[in-house]
């Protein structure tokens, strides 16, 4: 008997032989060629629970129907209110608002309060958010003892997941996952802190002795201080470079169920505390198919060195010899919103710092891609990492830092992703099936007759 299975869909009427009145109103009929037998699985929100396949058995002792989805493709791990993504037309919202109008109107902290709380704050609530984690921007000084272990040359992103992790150590109260006012506590502490690693990272690999929070600042420009000052008693930081840094945070605050994210929440969900969870979701960020993209796009075009050897480079990419970085994306099968507005962001940014010469090389890489064949059927159209490197290092950034400037607005979208995790009845610890392939039972066999 051939292994498939007939499924209607009485959303559209299809397989009419199956008996309409026996399922509730949306559902699949599944029908068993295996044993003839027919099974309602009720459909919400476009999906069908994978548990309701379990019924499907072919004997008494048969575990059931389990679906199979390698990278989970094709598989939604939990329900969210969170981010909103339409990869079709090309839409991100945070809590149902346009990225675009949060990029022009927000500051990033304000963000980062829609984000965890589901609303834009109040004046009052914005105040008070803000003083909350502008007093945990201070680290411990036995993390500087910590940080300064690592070689000079030690990669940001190596030192911050560390340095994420080692501060569990210093809040141990931080393993109460289940107290709303320990977990709001954490938030402040890793919101507030995460810039002050990287920026201490930045100096360690610098050389140059690490500034101190200057809390008189905005997140950004206290960021670009510890960053930046030198032996001036006050850093003075261009508004526009300010800016463009705290539109960069918005960008990148959150983004529904991507890697990183699902990292945070498959830590979270065992109760691992958020400083080690928070970690995890930026090691999985460092890898070069996710954030760490930003970084090799720079070393891309660097490879290509010139405008004119971009047709050149197009034709290897095409011929399988590697990936056009920063292009591509699991759901935008068009343009990524925020490379959009990153483009835009760019203009500004050069007008203070003098044009990227890169730039050239990025945008005569996009223009031919966009009207070539073999990217516009796969859909591959430039991602959040095309642009934003180009203008990190216009503002002065190694090219081993971009993605420590992915992970720190990131961190506010992996706590919410976190806690939302946390408060969600449906959810438990992340423990997936397989599909075992592997030998059957066999004997042990003594060395020597190996
Ligand atoms: C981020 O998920 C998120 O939301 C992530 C993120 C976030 O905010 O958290 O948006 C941030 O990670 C952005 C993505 C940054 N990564 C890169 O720019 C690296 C380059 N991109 C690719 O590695 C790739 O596009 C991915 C990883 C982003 C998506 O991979 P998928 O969805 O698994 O797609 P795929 O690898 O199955 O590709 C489908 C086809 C393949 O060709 P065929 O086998 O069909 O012939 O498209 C090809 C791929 O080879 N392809 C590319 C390509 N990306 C996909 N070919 C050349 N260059 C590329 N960049």
New binding site residues.
């Given amino acids: 008997m051939p292994d498939n299975t007939i499924v209607q869909d009485t959303r559209t009427g299809k397989n009419p032989e199956a008996s309409k009145e026996m399922v509730p109103p949306d559902h699949l009929t599944i029908k068993d060629s295996r044993t003839n037998k027919e099974y309602p699985v009720p459909i919400q929100n476009g999906t069908i629970k994978a548990m309701d396949l379990r019924k499907i058995k072919v004997s008494d002792d048969d575990f059931g129907m389990m679906t199979y989805d390698p990278?989970f493709m094709n598989t939604a791990s939990c329900q969210s209110k969170i981010t909103f993504i339409d990869g079709d037309k090309g839409i991100l919202r945070y809590r149902g608002y346009p990225i675009e109008q949060l990029a022009e109107r927000c500051t990033y902290l304000e963000v980062a309060y829609l984000i965890l709380h589901g609303e834009l704050p109040t004046k009052t609530q914005l105040a008070d958010w803000t003083h909350n984690i502008t007093v945990h921007t201070l680290l411990h000084e036995n993390v500087k003892k910590f940080m300064d272990g690592f070689n000079y040359d030690a990669h940001p992103m190596g030192m911050l997941i560390s340095t994420l992790a080692a501060l569990s150590t210093f809040y141990p109260e931080s393993k109460n996952v289940h107290d709303a006012a320990t977990r709001k506590h954490q938030i402040h502490r890793l919101i507030g802190k995460v810039p002050t690693i990287a920026a201490f990272a930045y100096r360690h690999h610098r050389g140059l002795p690490y500034v101190y929070p200057d809390n008189e600042l905005s997140y950004p420009a206290n960021f670009l201080s510890m960053l930046f000052k030198m032996t001036e008693k006050k850093y003075v930081v261009n508004p526009v470079i300010e800016r463009a840094l705290d539109i960069l945070f918005i960008l990148?605050a959150d983004?529904?169920q991507?890697?990183?994210t699902n990292a945070m929440r498959s830590i979270g969900s065992s109760q691992a505390d958020p400083f080690v969870s928070t970690a995890g979701a930026a090691a999985a960020l460092y890898g070069?198919?996710?954030?760490g993209?930003n970084e090799q796009v720079l070393r891309m075009l660097r490879e290509i060195g010139s405008k004119d050897k971009v047709p050149e480079f197009v034709k290897r990419?095409k011929a399988g010899e590697g990936?056009?970085?920063?292009?591509?994306?699991?759901?935008y099968k068009n343009y990524d919103p925020r490379a959009k507005i990153i483009k835009e962001t760019a203009d500004k940014v050069f007008e203070v710092t003098g044009r990227n010469p890169q730039l050239e090389i990025a945008t005569e890489l996009e223009r031919i891609a966009l009207q070539d064949e073999y990217f516009m059927k796969?859909k591959?159209y430039p991602?959040?990492?095309f642009y934003s490197g180009i203008i990190y290092e216009a503002l002065g950034f190694p090219t081993e830092a971009f993605t420590v400037l992915f992970a720190i607005p990131r961190t506010s979208g992996w706590l919410a992703q976190w806690e939302e995790m946390l408060l969600d009845p449906e959810q438990k610890i992340a423990r997936p099936r397989q599909v075992y392939n592997g030998y059957d039972t066999r004997n042990f066999v003594p060395i020597e007759k190996r």
């Avoid at 070069?288 to 954030?291: I, K, T």
């Avoid at 990936?323 to 759901?331: D, E, I, S, T, W």
Wanted: net charge positive; aromatic share 4%.
């Fill in positions: 990278a990148h983004h529904e991507n890697c990183g070069p198919l996710h954030g993209a990419i990936k056009l970085m920063g292009f591509g994306h699991r759901v796969r591959l991602n959040v990492d």
